[in-house]
């Protein structure tokens, strides 16, 4: 409902905020020009097409398609024009500069984020840094994955890695000195409630990769030998660790399809508690409707109407940004055939990992649990090993 909103407003409209329209239904994908490189340092080797919206500058290179673009552009857009004008403005003024990775690219590939990384340290490095702000000289740069921004089978489909990061590029280029203090100062209200520290202390254990059933214990043993069997045991015959959502016991049996989930029980910081940076683009999101729920960085909160309710403090400063607009974020998924998306298919292409990939990222979350094994080593009486 509210996406329609976008295209009533004409091509005057669109060429006011700084956008301009083509045949299939706004937000022009253009070659990049000599001008236009030569202005924001970019590789005309590499990059190829552009597309501007609201002083923002989407580049990517040929690989990239070009409803991705529109559909960035579609959300700079939404998001630009809720913002008091001053803010928005001063965004403006920064030049920001988004990227986009390909679903076949790599971030290495870019010209901006070449690597001197081999082996797998290149590939983990290619697989954490898909989606980030950074500054170039004194200009945001934000970059993102055309597979998340369109949610194809392989990307984020659980939350808007563009909202989020977007957030930060408001607060970074369109706070003043008086809002930079109001989020401090909502900041230090969460350490002193104790808002946003009630995540899920659980972790997904997803290294069963056989298509027969095989004994969970064992695999447990397996991926965790610094921790007790015993324990092990004990937390699968307690429920700490649920199959499918369910209790289960030492003898059950698991193949890649099912869900196992490490329960540690007690508080979790939310990621929006890690520092008042992140604490402001968390609840950007919620002002938008688009965040992850129950998992190692969130609680159960992700919409406006919620973060109004439990973080008060937090909720006017958003609104005194970003006003209270109708608009909220939609996953192009659920817009299929709408406007820009009239040629949009959600399940193709998909996006896969290197088997070495998956291996890195798990072994990078054992290491982020590591030490809440030690409140079920606390729950069942067992000395850690």
């Given at each position: 409902m ?7 407003i004409?091509?005057?409209g ?18 990049l020009?000599?001008?236009l490189?030569?202005?924001?340092k ?13 002083g923002?500058l ?7 398609a ?6 960035t552009a579609?959300?700079?857009?939404m ?13 403006r ?23 001197s ?9 290619n ?7 950074t ?31 977007f ?12 809002l ?21 202390a659980?972790q ?16 447990l ?6 921790e007790s ?18 209790k ?19 508080p ?25 729920t ?28 970003l006003?209270?607009p ?5 996953s ?31 072994d990078?979350y ?12 606390d729950k ?6």
């Amino acid at each position: 409902m509210h996406q329609t909103k976008l295209f009533s407003i004409g091509l005057l409209g669109l060429i006011f905020l700084g956008a301009t329209t083509d045949a299939e239904g706004g937000y022009a994908v253009k070659p990049l020009t000599e001008a236009l490189a030569k202005e924001y340092k970019l590789d005309r080797g590499f990059y190829k097409k552009v597309t501007m919206i609201q002083g923002i500058l989407i580049a990517a290179s040929s690989k990239v398609a070009n409803l991705a673009q529109r559909e960035t552009a579609y959300q700079f857009d939404m998001l630009m024009r809720g913002l008091k004008p001053e803010i928005a403005e001063r965004i403006r003024k920064k030049k920001v500069l988004c990227l986009l990775i390909g679903h076949d690219e790599l971030t290495s590939q870019l010209p901006q984020f070449s690597s001197s990384k081999t082996g797998e340290e290149l590939d983990f490095y290619n697989w954490r840094q898909r989606g980030f702000l950074t500054y170039i000289g004194s200009s945001p740069t934000v970059v993102f994955a055309e597979e998340d921004v369109m949610e194809y089978p392989g990307g984020m489909q659980l939350e808007s890695i563009l909202v989020h990061e977007f957030g930060h590029v408001v607060h970074g280029a369109g706070f003043d000195e008086s809002l930079q203090k109001r989020l401090s100062s909502a900041f230090e209200n969460v350490k002193k409630t104790g808002i946003w520290n009630d995540g899920r202390a659980a972790q997904r254990y997803r290294r069963v990769k056989s298509e027969t059933p095989v004994r969970l214990l064992s695999a447990l043993k397996k991926s965790f030998p610094y921790e007790s069997p015993r324990l092990l045991r004990k937390c699968l015959n307690s429920g700490d660790i649920l199959v499918n959502g369910k209790k289960a016991d030492a003898k059950v049996k698991v193949t890649k399809n099912d869900k196992v989930l490490i329960q540690f029980g007690g508080p979790k910081q939310c990621y929006a508690a890690k520092n008042r940076a992140e604490y402001w683009a968390e609840i950007y999101q919620c002002w938008f409707d688009t965040n992850r729920t129950m998992d190692h960085d969130h609680n159960h909160i992700h919409t406006r109407d919620q973060l109004i309710k439990y973080d008060p403090v937090g909720a006017r400063l958003c609104e005194d940004v970003l006003g209270k607009p109708e608009w909220r974020f939609v996953s192009p998924r659920l817009r299929v055939g709408q406007a820009h998306l009239k040629n949009y298919s959600p399940n193709s292409p998909k996006v896969t990992e290197l088997p070495h990939i998956q291996k890195a990222a798990y072994d990078y979350y054992d290491k982020y649990w590591k030490d809440y094994w030690q409140r079920l080593y606390d729950k069942h009486g067992l000395a850690r090993p």
